[in-house]
Nanobody, 123 residues
Framework: QVQLVESGGGFVQTGGSLRLSCTVS????????MGWYRQVAGKKHELVAQ???????DYADFVAGRFTISRDNDKKTAYLQMNHLKPEDTAVYYC?????????????????RGQGTQVTVSS
């Protein structure tokens, strides 16, 4: 059974950095694309960044130039390096994986989903 587990969240001041990790337990061969989403309480999940199995990346406009997504298939782990954090980046960050080339715009429609990790940025 494939499971995704996020780690690396925490509390940071404005302008600081965090690196999130998403580790896959079980076989990663079923996962093609991986993505990071975030959710503020009471709002829908937002797609933050995604990466294909070959390393092609895509970012939401609100994080472009500040966040970097990467993956290490040998370690079965995807990462989200977050720099120049702002208070509006405060959210629960979720990892997802999909069998197709791209993740879905809706977090819940992905084949595999993590439980989330909290990121809090103080002003």
């Amino acid at each position: 059974q494939v499971q995704l587990v996020e780690s690396g969240g925490g509390f940071v001041q404005t302008g600081g950095s965090l690196r999130l990790s998403c580790t896959v337990s079980g076989s990663i061969s079923d996962i093609n694309s991986m993505g990071w989403y975030r959710q503020v309480a009471g709002k829908k999940h937002e797609l933050v960044a995604q990466i294909t199995s070959s390393g092609i990346t895509d970012y939401a406009d609100f994080v472009a130039g500040r966040f970097t997504i990467s993956r290490d298939n040998d370690k079965k782990t995807a990462y989200l390096q977050m720099n120049h954090l702002k208070p509006e980046d405060t959210a629960v960050y979720y990892c997802a994986g999909h069998r197709s080339a791209v993740v879905t715009s809706r977090f819940v429609n992905n084949n595999y989903r993590g439980q989330g990790t909290q990121v809090t940025v103080s002003s």
